[in-house]
């Protein structure tokens, strides 16, 4: 929270807000009192309309319940239709999910790409993935906890070889930033569920060079959750080489 915010919250007419239970404990701890107004996704037109009509005369702040407003929350067509009406906008930057867990995580940070949520169904992830494949930037996502390990898997399986960071619960008691690679990081949270809101990124592809790569720990690595077939089709994205012949070794590191 900045000092600017603050003085705003202070000075203005009325407060627009997700939910008045938790921006009325953030006001609380800063001393404010002032008039909340309910506007969340289940805000209607007539809601909408009733701020917009207010925001003639009166100073207005739309607050929301967590992160920056308007990255993945209801405030985005209330932006739009009042700098439709000339009225003025501006924004009092915090905390930024997607901006911390690229800052904390060590991805590369030069050029990146924020996602939003990744897709419920099995195949809009996977077809989604695919098409942001071959974009060289670090890819962020937004994930629910109940979802965290179908959505590692299925980064495995479309984006083999990346490196893969887990930011969660960002500047709160149980914060946590945890790197590795899509098997270990499902075997992670397999094993210990996590909570709480999570940032998922993904770094850009690696420049394919057989060389540089050790072609039995990558057909071994991706057997762990794909069968021969698939890996190979895996470490050839990777790699470069031809997926047959890959198939071929991976049929017989099976064998041994």
Known sequence: MTLRAKEVLERCDAIACEDTRVTGKLLKLLGISNKLWRYDDHASEADRERLLAAM???????????????VSDPGYRLVREARAAGIPVTALPGASAPLLALAMSGMPN????FGGFL???????????????????????????PRLTKSLTAIGEQLPGR????????????EECRS?????????????????????????????HPGKFDIDTLLMDAMETAKPSQAASQVAKITGLERRMLYTRAMELKGQ
Request: glycine share 4%.
């Open 163 to 174: 490196e893969i960071a887990v930011a969660r619960e960002l500047t709160k008691l149980h």
């Open 56 to 70: 003639q005369d009166q100073a207005i702040a739309l607050v929301s319940d967590a992160g920056m407003p308007l």
């Open 180 to 208: 590795g690679s899509a098997h270990d990081l499902v075997a992670h949270y397999t094993d210990h569920p996590p909570k709480g809101e999570i940032v998922l990124l993904v770094g850009p592809p690696v420049e394919p």
């Open 110 to 113: 030069d050029r990146f790409l």
């Open 119 to 145: 897709p419920v169904k099995e195949k809009a992830r996977a077809d989604l993935l695919a098409e942001l494949a071959p974009i060289r930037s670090t890819l962020i996502f937004f994930e629910t906890a």
